[in-house]
Antibody, heavy 120, light 107 residues
Framework: EVQLMESGGDLAQPGGSLRLSCVAS????????MSWVRQAPGKGLEWVST????????YYAKSAKGRFTVSRDDSKNTLFLEMNSLRAGDTAVYYC?????????????WGQGTMVTVSS | DVQMTQSPSTLSASVGDRVTITCRAS??????LAWYQQKPGKAPKLLIY???SLQSGVPSRFSGSGFGTEFTLTITSLQPDDFATYFC?????????FGGGTKVEIK
């Protein structure tokens, strides 16, 4: 079964850091572009970051650039999102998602999400 | 960034109704539009890609159309399982952007 499973969400202080993980199974993880998409409570979906299949190319939303770092460990079928300098506006459910094929494709597989709360 | 605007934001309908949701892009995105369904507490599910292509496993009562800046998602006969929130997403221009969502609720 094709599956993505996120973890690492937690309560963090403003200015703090968190590292999210997403373990993939049921497909050839190392051949696909992967992304993070977030959803603030009661709000819509916001793309956060994308990493190419080789890991060489990374892309970030303006809100994430300079604070978040996306990476992957293909030996462990795992996607990461390192989040620093967290703000209240980063409070959201963070989903990892597999793209159909290329960087510009839609997201065909989603994880169940992990909740990040930034509050003092 | 390409702005995506959905309407209506909420739609009240009954089982068996034909339902249409509209998504407008702030500039032409050709046919690079996807539709997702999301139920409370769950991840989004891809329904339609490239404006009108049905994702594998999605019931045929769902259909999409449009090109350029205006797109529609149609559910021909609403079923109890279809009460959810629907989002459009453009994949023509990076970064990918989503519409604000349309909640389909029971009338």
């Amino acid at each position: 079964e094709v599956q993505l499973m996120e973890s690492g969400g937690d309560l963090a202080q403003p200015g703090g850091s968190l590292r999210l993980s997403c373990v993939a199974s049921g497909f050839s993880f190392d051949t696909f572009v992967m992304s993070w998409v977030r959803q603030a409570p009661g709000k819509g979906l916001e793309w956060v970051s994308t990493i190419g299949a080789t890991g060489e190319n990374t892309y970030y939303a303006k809100s994430a650039k300079g604070r978040f770092t996306v990476s992957r460990d293909d030996s462990k079928n795992t996607l990461f999102l390192e989040m620093n300098s967290l703000r209240a506006g980063d409070t959201a459910v963070y989903y990892c998602a597999k793209t159909v094929s290329t960087v510009n494709d839609p997201f065909d597989i989603w994880g169940q999400g992990t909740m990040v709360t930034v509050s003092s | 960034d390409v702005q995506m605007t959905q309407s209506p934001s909420t739609l009240s309908a009954s089982v068996g109704d034909r339902v249409t949701i509209t998504c407008r892009a702030s500039e032409s995105i050709s046919g690079w539009l996807a539709w997702y369904q999301q139920k409370p507490g769950k991840a989004p599910k891809l329904l339609i890609y490239e404006a009108s292509s049905l994702q594998s496993g999605v019931p045929s009562r769902f259909s999409g159309s449009g090109f350029g800046t205006e797109f529609t998602l149609t559910i021909t006969s609403l079923q109890p399982d279809d009460f959810a929130t629907y989002f459009c997403q453009q994949s023509n221009t990076f970064p990918p952007t989503f519409g604000g969502g349309t909640k389909v609720e029971i009338k």
